[in-house]
């Protein structure tokens, strides 16, 4: 079935660039998404790429997606306390159904 | 403009009994889904309404059912309450349900605990 995977936890220091990866199953996806979640809060939509690009980029966030190889990763770039959270990938399937990931938790070191 | 409003925040029940929960979407938008998270894990897919008819269904049991009203909010009820149910349930609109956008919008959630 479709399955969305992510490493649980990602460590960096403050102001270097975070790298959170994805990797998913379902080859008819349309979009996929990242999400971020702080503690107490909702989901915030982060970005989405359309499946027939391969790079976007927004603000201090660049997505790449390699379609081939069903791999999505999100690059936060200059990486600050407040983006403490989890993130997670999800992708839309052909039913508009969103599959989600369990969430990369990332801390930040001073 | 209110974003996507549920109701209530927080609600603790017994097993075997049932809950409703509820969720206004944003003015305007005419679909609705409904999420289950349980903690630690990512969203899984209950529901989705569009114009009052259910467009989709997750992978949950009977016990589990929706419904959207004419003014597009919705509810979700859980019969036969399972300490398993316990999960932030979360609610989503968007204008059609389908293309880009369809969860650009949550709400915060209600955390249902059963005990």
């Known amino acids: 079935g479709e399955d969305v995977e992510q490493s649980l936890f990602l460590s960096v220091r403050e102001g270097d660039s975070s790298v959170i990866n994805c990797t998913y199953t379902d080859s008819s996806s349309t979009y996929l998404y990242w999400y971020k979640q702080e503690p107490g809060a909702g989901l915030q939509l982060l970005t989405y790429?359309?499946?027939n690009m391969d790079m976007k980029q927004d603000q201090r966030l660049t997505v790449l997606l390699n379609k081939k190889d069903k791999h999505l990763s999100l690059r936060i770039a200059d990486t600050q306390t407040g983006d403490s959270a989890i993130y997670f990938c999800?992708?839309?399937?052909?039913?508009?159904?969103?599959?989600w990931g369990a969430g990369t938790k990332l801390i930040i070191k001073p | 403009d209110a974003g996507v409003t549920q109701s209530p925040t927080h609600l603790i029940k017994t097993r075997g009994q049932h809950v409703t929960l509820r969720c206004s979407p944003i003015s305007g938008h005419k679909s609705v889904s409904w999420y289950q998270q349980v903690l630690g894990q990512g969203p899984q897919f209950i529901f989705q309404?569009?114009?009052?008819?259910?467009?989709g269904r997750g992978n949950f049991p009977d016990r589990f059912s929706a419904r959207q009203f004419p003014n597009y909010s919705s509810e979700l009820n859980v019969n036969a309450l399972l300490l398993g149910d316990s999960a932030l349930y979360l609610c989503?609109?968007?204008?059609?349900?389908?293309?880009?956008?369809?969860?650009?919008?949550f709400g915060q959630g209600t955390r249902l605990t059963v005990v």
């Open positions: 989503a609109s968007s204008l059609t349900g389908t293309g880009m956008n369809t969860e650009a919008f």
């Open positions: 309404y569009y114009e009052k008819e259910e467009r």
């Open positions: 790429i359309f499946s």
């Open positions: 999800a992708e839309k399937n052909s039913n508009y159904q969103l599959i």
